[in-house]
């Protein structure tokens, strides 16, 4: 069976996406695994950093002139985002502003190209569809650099994240090495990732185990995916790497089990794009001028840094089990 909600509007998420207490009615965490919530996220829980690491960020003329002639002389950029959970990405309180790590880094490239940023909220699993269609120039929503997504989408990469399980506290799995593992559970995911069409690509392997079939439970909203774990509609989430690790210092009796893989995480453009150069150019200024680390450092992703950006690098390949 796959369960799949509705998707809404974009305000409809805000609870969902910012994982508060007064969202899932949870408390701190009582132990398990270490603290990885973002360095600057002191004081109540749930409380995002708002620290300005890209303020200072100077106009790189060498990634500018890499730019299009239309796009210099049009001075802006129009981006399709989703807004997920953090630290990814996330509204602050007041239900308009996004910011996460998806945010900063689109920010500061744009001032480095000396554009305007124009944003538009945009439902994850219309992104790209709609980039092929030109009505967006880039998209953001820790797009993972995949093989299918290459056969259409050009990517420019900035971090590496990829995919990660938790459960309740109470369950008996302790990690998530080889999909059989979930033969017979519930597994709670977001439409249209990568998540999703992992675990359906590899669902006959339950079978050739001799085991039950796991069950995909697909949710639209972005925190749905938590609120069914912790109500017992499903038994597992797959999600982000980064996203599990902070939603497990949010939630009570919830527990990260493990990183499964990795994958490259780009900004997402309509395949043969011309602006991949100057974004290209723009991150890896950005790593030289200590930029990056500190929006790495802000959002508590140190891990997830790449050595330098590329464009459209071959999928980092899936673990064989």
């Not at 109470?170 to 439409?191: E, H």
């Not at 982000?240 to 919830?254: E, F, H, L, M, P």
């Amino acid at each position: 069976m796959r369960t799949r909600t509705s998707s809404g509007t974009a305000r409809t998420t805000l609870a969902f996406a910012l994982i508060t207490a007064a969202a899932l009615g949870l408390t701190a965490c009582s132990g398990g695994e270490p603290s990885t919530a973002p360095a600057g996220a002191t004081g109540a829980q749930g409380a995002l950093p708002t620290e300005d690491v890209v303020g200072a960020v100077k106009k790189n003329e060498t990634a500018a002139k890499l730019l299009p002639a239309d796009v210099r002389q049009r001075g802006s950029l129009t981006i399709a985002s989703s807004v997920a959970s953090p630290p990814s990405s996330a509204y602050l309180p007041d239900g308009k502003t996004v910011v996460g790590v998806d945010a900063d880094f689109s920010a500061a490239v744009a001032k480095a190209l000396g554009l305007e940023l124009k944003r538009e909220v945009v439902g994850f699993e219309a992104i790209l569809p709609a980039l092929g269609s030109g009505k967006y120039d880039v998209g953001t929503g820790n797009f993972g650099v995949t093989e299918e997504r290459r056969k259409t989408i050009d990517f420019v990469t900035y971090i590496n994240d990829g995919q990660g399980f938790a459960a309740r506290a109470d369950s008996t799995l302790k990690a998530v090495t080889d999909l059989t593992q979930l033969c017979g559970l519930k597994v709670a995911v977001n439409a249209g990732t990568t998540f999703e069409r992992t675990l359906e690509k590899n669902k006959d392997r339950c079978a050739q185990a001799g085991k039950p079939a796991y069950e995909v439970n697909v949710y639209s909203e972005a925190g749905a995916i938590w609120m069914s774990l912790q109500q017992g509609r499903s038994d597992v989430v797959m999600n982000t790497i980064n996203g599990v690790r902070y939603a497990v210092t949010q939630q009570k009796n919830v527990k990260f089990l493990n990183e499964y893989r990795r994958l490259d995480v780009g900004f997402a453009f309509k395949k043969g794009t011309p602006l991949a150069p100057a974004f290209q150019e723009a991150v890896n200024g950005l790593k030289a001028d200590g930029t990056y680390d500190r929006i790495l450092k802000k959002w508590g992703v140190t891990a997830s840094g790449i050595a330098k950006s590329q464009i459209s690098p071959p999928e980092i390949p899936a673990p064989k089990k």
